[in-house]
């Protein structure tokens, strides 16, 4: 099956300070990726979604220059936490869809921690 | 609004059957998906309906009635591994996915 990546798969970073995660999608190329977070034993909730060669779409009540995300090419998406704050710590996940899919399934990424401390 | 519907948790016995329901309304239809989160992972595929009826892969089933805005996921032969959260999503018109807020499946030895 197809095989997305993220990297690092974990990070802690002082407040104040940026941090960038990468999201590539191994083996198709992809035109839209996703960006998720997610709280302990809370759900997935949309941040973004991310658009090669043009401007990410982000869901009400994500601040867009608090979180920048860059999809410069079709197999690659990454996410930027600015000025991070001890309330950014949370599991961040991208996924993917094979446009030449047989089905609309999106493969996930294996997540990225991030503690802010 | 878009809504999916799930029970926040449920518990079974090793062995035994489970069947976790989830109930959507939501803008267009493109298909329905389930995914298996183990706490601390990322979520992976389990199934995909688009039309209705039965779809059985193993040890998994899963069903969709579009008329009724409803599916569900059939576990059997349930296994200690099966604890986990279990995700159903929409696919709306607009080719988005909308999730559920997903159930916490508890297997008791």
């Known amino acids: 099956g197809a095989v997305v990546s993220q990297h690092p798969s974990w990070v802690i970073c002082k407040s104040g300070t940026s941090v960038k995660i990468e999201c590539r999608s191994l083996d198709f190329q992809a035109t839209t990726m996703f960006w998720y977070r997610q709280f302990p034993k809370q759900s997935l909730m949309l941040m973004a979604t991310?658009?090669?060669?043009?401007?990410?779409?982000?869901e009400q009540g994500v601040e867009k220059d608090k979180f920048l995300i860059n999809h410069a090419s079709l197999t690659l998406s990454t996410l930027t936490v600015t000025s991070a704050h001890p309330e950014d710590s949370s599991f961040y996940i991208c996924s993917a869809y094979n446009e030449r899919g047989p089905t609309y399934e999106q493969y996930f990424g294996p997540g990225t921690r991030l503690t802010v401390t | 609004g878009q809504n999916i519907d799930q029970p926040t948790e449920m518990t079974a016995t090793e062995g035994a059957i489970v069947q976790i329901n989830c109930t959507y309304q939501t803008s267009g239809f493109n298909g329905l998906f389930w995914y298996q989160q183990h706490a601390g992972e990322a979520p992976t595929f389990l199934s995909y309906?688009?039309l209705d009826g039965l779809e059985e892969k193993g040890r998994f089933s899963s069903f969709l009635s579009r008329s009724k805005g409803y599916s569900y996921l059939l576990l059997k032969e349930l296994q200690m591994k099966d604890s986990a959260s279990y995700l159903c999503a929409v696919m709306d018109s607009n080719y988005q996915l909308i999730w559920g807020a997903g159930t916490k499946l508890i297997i008791k030895p």
């Open positions: 309906n688009v």
């Open positions: 991310s658009n090669e060669g043009s401007k990410a779409t982000y």
